[in-house]
């Protein structure tokens, strides 16, 4: 079976980090365009950030630039998301998403598998 899992997520105060993983399973995913997206409460999916298959290139949301680090390791077919200098508004849920197409690739459509999601929770 195909499948991505999240974890990493939790409760943190503002100005903390979390990591947040996405371990892959199933098929190969050295290939693939990873993504993370997150979902407020009340509001749609939105796109954070991607890395190519390689980790040459990354492209993140403007909302996230220069806080959030997208990295991957093939060997272990898992993709992390480092995310520091946390805000209340980066409170959602976050899912890891793979596609096997051509970048770029920044909206949910494009994305053939996906997580089931973990819980980023930042207080003020």
């Known amino acids: 079976q195909v499948r991505l899992v999240e974890s990493g997520g939790g409760l943190v105060q503002a100005g903390g980090s979390l990591r947040l993983s996405c371990a892959a399973s199933?098929?190969?995913?050295?290939?693939?365009?990873m993504g993370w997206f997150r979902q407020a409460p009340g509001k749609e999916r939105e796109f954070v950030a991607l890395i190519n298959w390689s980790g040459g290139n990354t492209y993140y949301a403007a909302s996230v630039k220069g806080r959030f680090t997208i990295s991957r390791d093939n060997a272990k077919n898992t993709v992390y998301l480092q995310m520091n200098s946390l805000k209340p508004e980066d409170t959602a849920v976050y899912f890891c998403?793979?596609?096997?197409?051509?970048?770029?690739?920044?909206?949910?459509?494009?994305?053939?598998?996906w997580g089931q999601g973990t819980q980023v929770t930042v207080s003020s």
């Open positions: 998403a793979a596609d096997w197409g051509v970048l770029p690739r920044v909206t949910e459509k494009e994305y053939d598998l």
């Open positions: 199933g098929r190969s995913f050295s290939s693939a365009i």
